[in-house]
Structure formats: C-alpha cells, structure tokens
C-alpha cells in the first residue's frame, strides 16, 4: 500500500516504506475501526509524508527466487483504499507446501544474530534482534521491536525500554519481557497498558488461554513460573523447579514445561491448578545434560515433547494427552536440527535445519507426521541459510541468509 500518515492517539506519524528505521507505533484496531472516516482524509494525510520514502512502482509484487511474493507497497498513485486491513495469507491443509509471502526485515543479517520473536493469534509477527548470548538471543534496551503484520511491509511496534528477552503477543496485548520487568502494550494504541515487576529476571513467556505466563531465573539454577491476566496488577506464582526449562510449550488447557531434569511434565491451567505426570524417560545427564527433555507445542489433543540426546547428535519426539499427560503415546525417530514441530493452521509442521538430512541436506519446512517422524510436501531453502523460529498459527520462519537482510517466510 502507498505510504500512508495515520493519526494515532496521542501521536501523529507517518509510515514509510521501505525505510522502516523512524519509529512507528503499531496500530491495526484503530485502523480497521478508523479506516472509512480515514479514507476522506487520506489524500491531505499522505500529502505530508515524504515522497522519498516511497518504493518504485516496479517494486510491487516482485517476487523472489523462491518464487514468493515479497511484500511492498504499490505505485504511489495507489488509491487510498489502501487502508483496508492487513490480511494473513491462508495455508493450505494438503499438498506441497511453498513460501507464500516474503517480508524484508530492515537488518542486516549475521552469523552472530540472535532473534526474539512472537506471532500473535491473527498471524502478526513480532521480532527483535541482538548478539546471540551462550545460545539464547537478547536484545540490548530500546532496541526496535518490528511487527510483519498481514501483507503489510514490516514496521517498527515498539521500543522497550528493557532488556528484551522474551516476546509472547495475544489478540490484545503485545507483551515484552527481560530483566525483572514485564510491559504489555496495548496492539490497539501502542500504547504502555501495563508493566510488572517481577522477582527475577524474565527468561521466556508464553500466552494463550487468556493469560500470560513467564518463566523466571537463569536456565542452570532455581526460578519462578509465574502466571498473570493481563487485565489485572497481580504476579502469582505458580510453579518454583524451573531449572533446565529452555523452552515451553501452551494451549487452551494452559501452560506446559518439563522439570527435574526430564523427569517430571507439568501443566498450569488458566486457574492455575497445577498437574504433574512423569515422562516416564531416561536422560543420560553426563551424555545429553538436564534439559534433554523439553515441552515444544501443543498439536491438537496432544503435547508435543522432544529428547534430544547424544549432546544433540541424536533427538526423538514423544506425544503425551494435554489434557491428562498420559503418554508417552508415540515415540518418533528424529535427527538433531528437526522434530520440533508446532501445530498451526497447516497442520503440524516442523522445521529441519540441513544438518538433520531430512530434506536432502538442505533446511526445509514441511509437514510432519507425528507417529513417524517424517516430513513431507516440504519448502526447501538454500543449504547456507540459518533458521530462527518457526512460529504459528499462520506458519512463519524468521530466515538468516548468509548476507543481505533478514526475512520473514510466510509458509502454507
């Protein structure tokens, strides 16, 4: 869509493409709400952006060598109709899957950068970038948080004035975490709705089921879960063993993590009752460490569970109920790199580096079968390309390609 000047509370802004350095407060409520009262307006309103920052008409719908169709804004004689809303476009649920939308970040792609990313349930996609910390990306305090909203070109949400260590987002709130603060943002007005201060530093979050949770403290020593509803002032604990928890996994039954070094899976429903079953595996800790055994996603009915052994040189994937924790129910070889499959609105799909020799030495994301591990009607991508998270529901893969800028794949 053309450049465009929206007229957001408390503040007036222009967006422009493809500059995307100068701050934008994110906004697509009030835009979808505003959208035929702006459409009068737009003409005065795009007047006062600058024409500079326009991109060429021949830039539109320009695809790339992959074959997607990389996001920019048309001519600038694009009527301003243009303020309709972003649209996410839909996976298919069968057949060979293909990389629908391509979305330029603006950064400069590295070896040695970290990202922090979140997809919200309408398919926005949240990203912050920093050096890659003994594994885990951060980012330093007021970096830019950008937002891959729909179709739209990428633009900068936010920037926290936090450590950035986390992100989750809902269909309300864009939440950032890091250091002994939680601030919530409101996805509407961009806008700071809420800040919490937690007991120690925040190290991953998840939300789903109308709360946010967060997992406190360092990977290797004594922490926190704690559970908050964003529409209110309290941090209630509701968990204290989170050593070795290096990722979690939620759904509408609630928040789930594996603790004691893989021995025990835990479930934080939305109430907070907390229920604990064993995983009923075995993690060889001087060969594959305590935190072999981590929750990944839930897929439909069932928790997604991988156990990664041999110091990542071997990995399976097991299956337990959500609901009752029963399992393992399937026990699915895998390769380091892959079986770490998230459900979405494509069905389960997973993401395999090349190292994993799943997709003929080359990274891909496909549909995975559960029972057997397999991948299939997979996208593949340049064998020198490094992965971020795949995130859903609408599959997204954050893509690092060996030079250039970092994208945004939209997959389906």
């Given at each position: 869509?053309?450049?465009?000047?929206?007229?957001r509370?408390?503040?007036?802004?222009?967006?422009k493409?493809?500059?995307?350095?100068d701050?934008?407060?994110y906004?697509?409520?009030?835009?979808?709400?505003?959208?035929?009262?702006?459409?009068?307006?737009?003409?005065?309103?795009?007047?006062g952006?600058?024409?500079?920052?326009?991109?060429p008409?021949?830039?539109?719908g320009?695809?790339?060598?992959?074959g997607?169709?990389v996001?920019?804004?048309?001519?600038?004689?694009?009527?301003?109709?243009?303020?309709?809303?972003?649209?996410v476009?839909?996976?298919?649920?069968?057949?060979?899957l293909?990389?629908?939308l391509?979305?330029?970040?603006?950064v400069?792609?590295?070896?040695?950068l970290?990202?922090?990313?979140?997809?919200?349930?309408?398919?926005?996609?949240f990203?912050?970038?920093g050096?890659?910390q003994?594994?885990?990306p951060?980012?330093?305090?007021?970096?830019?948080?950008?937002?891959v909203?729909?179709?739209?070109?990428a633009?900068?949400?936010?920037?926290?004035?936090?450590p950035?260590?986390?992100?989750?987002?809902?269909?309300?709130?864009?939440?950032?975490?890091?250091?002994?603060?939680?601030?919530?943002?409101?996805?509407?007005?961009?806008?700071?709705?809420?800040?919490?201060t937690?007991?120690?530093?925040?190290?991953?979050?998840?939300?789903?089921a109308?709360?946010?949770w967060?997992?406190?403290?360092?990977?290797?020593?004594?922490?926190?879960?704690?559970?908050?509803?964003?529409?209110?002032?309290?941090?209630?604990?509701v968990?204290?063993?989170?050593?070795?928890?290096?990722?979690v996994?939620?759904?509408?039954?609630?928040l789930?993590?594996?603790?004691?070094?893989?021995?025990?899976?835990?479930?934080?429903?939305?109430?907070?009752?907390?229920?604990e079953?064993?995983?009923?595996?075995?993690?060889?800790?001087?060969?594959?460490g305590p935190?072999?055994?981590?929750?990944?996603?839930?897929?439909?009915n069932?928790?997604?569970?991988?156990?990664?052994?041999?110091?990542?040189?071997?990995?399976?994937?097991?299956?337990?109920?959500?609901?009752?924790?029963?399992?393992?129910?399937?026990?699915?070889?895998g390769?380091?790199?892959?079986?770490?499959a998230?459900?979405?609105?494509?069905?389960a799909?997973?993401?395999?580096g090349?190292?994993?020799?799943?997709?003929?030495?080359?990274?891909?994301?496909?549909?995975?079968?559960?029972?057997?591990g397999?991948i299939?009607d997979?996208?593949?991508?340049?064998?020198?390309?490094r992965?971020?998270?795949?995130?859903?529901?609408?599959?997204?893969?954050?893509?690092?390609?060996?030079?250039?800028?970092?994208?945004?794949?939209?997959i389906?």
């Amino acid at each position: 869509m053309a450049p465009r000047c929206a007229l957001r509370w408390p503040r007036r802004s222009c967006v422009k493409a493809p500059n995307f350095l100068d701050r934008v407060p994110y906004d697509v409520a009030v835009r979808r709400l505003l959208a035929a009262a702006l459409i009068g307006s737009a003409a005065l309103l795009i007047a006062g952006c600058s024409a500079g920052s326009q991109k060429p008409a021949a830039a539109a719908g320009a695809t790339s060598p992959a074959g997607a169709t990389v996001s920019a804004s048309p001519a600038p004689s694009a009527s301003p109709s243009g303020l309709s809303a972003p649209t996410v476009p839909a996976p298919s649920t069968s057949g060979p899957l293909r990389v629908l939308l391509r979305d330029p970040l603006p950064v400069q792609s590295s070896a040695f950068l970290g990202v922090v990313a979140a997809e919200a349930p309408d398919g926005a996609v949240f990203a912050a970038f920093g050096p890659q910390q003994t594994g885990t990306p951060a980012a330093p305090a007021g970096t830019a948080v950008y937002v891959v909203d729909g179709d739209e070109p990428a633009q900068v949400a936010e920037h926290p004035a936090i450590p950035l260590a986390a992100l989750a987002a809902d269909s309300t709130y864009l939440y950032a975490g890091g250091g002994n603060h939680i601030i919530a943002y409101s996805r509407a007005t961009g806008s700071v709705a809420r800040t919490w201060t937690v007991a120690s530093p925040v190290r991953l979050m998840a939300a789903g089921a109308g709360r946010l949770w967060a997992v406190l403290g360092s990977v290797g020593g004594p922490g926190q879960v704690v559970e908050i509803s964003p529409g209110s002032a309290a941090v209630t604990t509701v968990g204290t063993d989170t050593a070795n928890v290096t990722s979690v996994a939620a759904g509408p039954l609630g928040l789930y993590y594996v603790e004691s070094g893989g021995a025990t899976i835990v479930r934080i429903s939305p109430n907070g009752t907390r229920l604990e079953a064993p995983t009923r595996q075995t993690v060889n800790q001087q060969l594959s460490g305590p935190a072999a055994i981590q929750a990944i996603s839930v897929i439909g009915n069932q928790l997604f569970v991988v156990h990664d052994a041999g110091q990542g040189l071997d990995s399976s994937s097991q299956t337990y109920d959500a609901s009752t924790l029963a399992g393992p129910q399937e026990n699915a070889p895998g390769t380091a790199g892959s079986n770490h499959a998230i459900g979405s609105l494509a069905g389960a799909v997973d993401r395999s580096g090349p190292d994993a020799m799943d997709c003929s030495a080359a990274g891909c994301v496909g549909r995975y079968n559960v029972a057997t591990g397999a991948i299939t009607d997979a996208v593949t991508f340049p064998q020198s390309d490094r992965f971020g998270p795949l995130l859903g529901p609408y599959p997204a893969l954050i893509v690092f390609p060996p030079s250039g800028r970092v994208h945004v794949d939209r997959i389906g």
